[in-house]
């Protein structure tokens, strides 16, 4: 028994749980706040995905989306050390549409956008087509940008 417990002592130690390894941080949702969510009347346009990261970008497409609108020149004002844009428009659209960025989550590896696209029901009668428009600010990340789409309907109510 007493040339046992050496033998037992030794295997206890070699069992010990290994040391954890460091994970990959968990995918989070970032707060953001929006800057600009409407539909632009008689604006015509493509469809637009944009992470914006620098001042040069955003007034450009601050530029383009304001086009024929009663937007101010100047963009809102945005802090690129620290925060970036998103933005998203639809194409032109017949009437009744919206455009709307849901959440911004952060994975390992990228940013997911998850974006909803509602253009108007079938059964819409309009006078006057539209670019429906959303544009986000958030804290600065540098990666990737994915956008997931969903299309959804807007009622002509």
Not at 10 to 24: D, F, I, N, Q
Not at 117 to 135: D, G
């Amino acid at each position: 028994m007493i040339r046992l417990l050496p033998v037992l002592l030794l295997a206890a130690a070699c069992s010990s749980p290994a040391p954890a390894r460091e994970s990959a941080p968990a995918a989070a949702d970032l707060p953001f706040e929006t800057l600009l969510q409407r539909s632009i009347p008689g604006q015509s346009g493509p469809s637009h995905r944009e992470v914006i990261h620098d001042q040069q970008a955003w007034q450009k497409a601050w530029t383009e989306i304001r086009e024929g609108s009663d937007l101010p020149a100047e963009p809102p004002k945005v802090d690129f050390d620290r925060q970036m844009v998103i933005l998203a428009a639809m194409e032109t659209q017949s009437c009744v549409s919206r455009v709307t960025l849901r959440t911004v989550t952060r994975t390992a590896d990228a940013l997911v956008v998850d974006l909803l696209e509602a253009p108007p029901a079938p059964n819409c009668i309009c006078i006057t087509a539209e670019r429906p428009i959303h544009v986000i600010r958030l804290e600065r990340v540098d990666l990737p940008a994915r956008f997931e789409v969903e299309r959804g309907v807007t009622s002509c109510g």
